[in-house]
């Protein structure tokens, strides 16, 4: 039937490989098998080539009330923010390091940039409920610095999707990149006014890894980061974006749409500011003089989803 077509989390049809069933994960791999994976990946050429039909899931996850106090504590998140939106993606990132290090998928770790995330949140979750999780490959798009590809994931919650991401990530020095050019959706906004400061601490990396799973090596020691080029370690991105969040959101809204584009790595340790338009949902996180932007994001309602459970009408 036509709505059984599968679709991206931005609500536009999906190829014909989406509709494959994915690999079932019911033991995940401790972080360390997937960076010593990651390191592996950089015999990889770079190259431009389509990405593979490849698609992880986890069945039945369940919301941990505990790991998401952990979590919203850290981050900024009051209880009446509930289950933060982004906990979802940090569910999922098990599945991300599984897709982006197996043998098939073309590009190398190492190096790689987070571009940006988007986010759609159809309905409120609650601590304790289950989700299954799908992670598969979307669209490629052409960058002037290499190839972007994008991670979609998907949640279901009873067989229907409460939750969508789409992740977009820069493959550096690909020559010749394949799909429709890369353009930034946010841009510089003056009409930003400064609404708070906020010291990050040396071991946020650290905390951040342990309630995340991200043991990404240049958010922990000075030591490790310097390893990939990096003269001081640097703050995961979401964490960045979930810090933002939990001051610009509003409490109990079910239904959202957020896009975050990542601009400058955030050193550790640092001072930020945020800056935020008080009449609409745009704001930057910038640095300790405001002038720099370390990342730009909007959030807005999204209406509720009322959809069969394959075929959201997300557009």
């Known amino acids: 039937m036509p709505n059984d077509r599968p679709r991206d989390p931005l609500g536009k049809a999906l190829p014909s490989d989406a509709g494959l069933a994915p690999i079932d994960v019911t033991r995940l791999p401790s972080p360390l098998p997937l960076f010593l994976r990651a390191l592996l990946s950089s015999r990889k050429p770079a190259h431009a080539q389509p990405l593979p039909p490849l698609a992880f899931a986890r069945r039945n996850v369940t919301l941990d009330a505990d790991a998401i106090a952990r979590y919203a504590r850290l981050c900024g998140f009051t209880a009446a923010h509930g289950v933060p939106p982004t906990w979802p993606h940090l569910l999922a990132f098990p599945l991300h390091m599984l897709l982006m290090t197996d043998r098939a998928f073309p590009f190398a770790m190492l190096g790689m940039v987070h571009l940006d995330n988007r986010i759609r949140q159809h309905a409120s979750l609650t601590p304790g409920e289950r989700l299954d999780l799908d992670v598969r490959c979307g669209p490629l798009f052409a960058h002037d610095k290499g190839q972007v590809f994008t991670v979609l994931t998907t949640a279901r919650r009873d067989g229907v999707v409460v939750w969508s991401g789409q992740s977009g990530y820069l493959r550096t020095g690909v020559p010749d990149p394949l799909g429709a050019p890369y353009r930034a959706a946010l841009g510089a906004d003056p009409s930003l006014a400064k609404t708070a400061a906020w010291h990050v601490p ?48 509003p409490a109990d809204v079910p239904c959202l749409d957020l896009l975050v584009e990542f601009k400058r790595p955030l050193p550790l340790p640092g001072d930020v500011t945020l800056w935020r338009d008080a009449r609409g949902g745009a704001f930057e996180l910038r640095d300790a003089a405001g002038t720099v932007p370390h990342l730009r994001g909007r959030w807005q309602h999204a209406p509720t989803v009322s959809s069969s459970p394959l075929d959201p009408d997300l557009s």
């Open 202 to 249: 040396g071991d946020l990396g650290r905390q951040y890894a342990r309630v995340s799973g991200d043991y990404n090596p240049i958010h922990l020691w000075p030591v490790t980061a310097r390893l990939f080029g990096f003269p001081h370690p640097i703050i995961h991105g979401m964490w960045s974006f979930a810090r933002s969040l939990a001051a610009v959101l």
